[in-house]
């Protein structure tokens, strides 16, 4: 592609406008569904491995990739994972500081008022959907 070809993609955008939009179907009917660089997604496998010179990258990136679009295929939020990554980690933590201040024993979760509070909200949430009615 030369220089210039780049603006076809954002003139062909710009006259998908709300005008084009057909009320019947509700979407656009006019203006297909593509993306934009393809060659990005072509080049990833060679921007992961310049990062560590290393092959398992791209295989994690495929891994994940594939993950990725088998919970778009499925419907999952992408909100509890994003949670779990940046949680996790401070989650282990707290449980491991916790653990060591009471040298291994977990009636520390039940003892206290607050961590008990919590503990049987937390078991309430777990067991709320499997309850009829």
């Not at 406008?17 to 203006?31: I, N, Q």
């Not at 997604?41 to 993950?67: E, K």
């Not at 996790?88 to 040298?103: A, D, V």
Request: charged share 20%; hydrophobic share 45%.
């Amino acid at each position: 592609m030369g220089r210039g070809h780049q603006y076809v993609y954002w003139e062909r955008d710009a006259s998908c406008s709300e005008s084009s939009v057909d009320p019947r179907l509700g979407k656009d009917s006019a203006c297909p569904e593509i993306h934009p660089f393809p060659r990005d997604h072509a080049l990833l496998p060679y921007r992961v491995y310049s990062v560590n010179n290393n092959v398992f990258d791209i295989f994690v990136m495929i891994f994940f990739g594939m993950l990725g679009y088998l919970a778009k295929k499925l419907d999952f939020e992408p909100a509890p994972f994003i949670l779990a990554v940046v949680l996790g980690p401070m989650f282990e933590e707290n449980l491991r500081q916790s653990l060591i201040y009471s040298r291994g024993d977990f009636s520390i979760f039940f003892t206290r008022p607050i961590s008990l509070l919590f503990m049987l909200v937390a078991i309430l949430l777990v067991i709320y959907p499997f309850i009829p009615g």
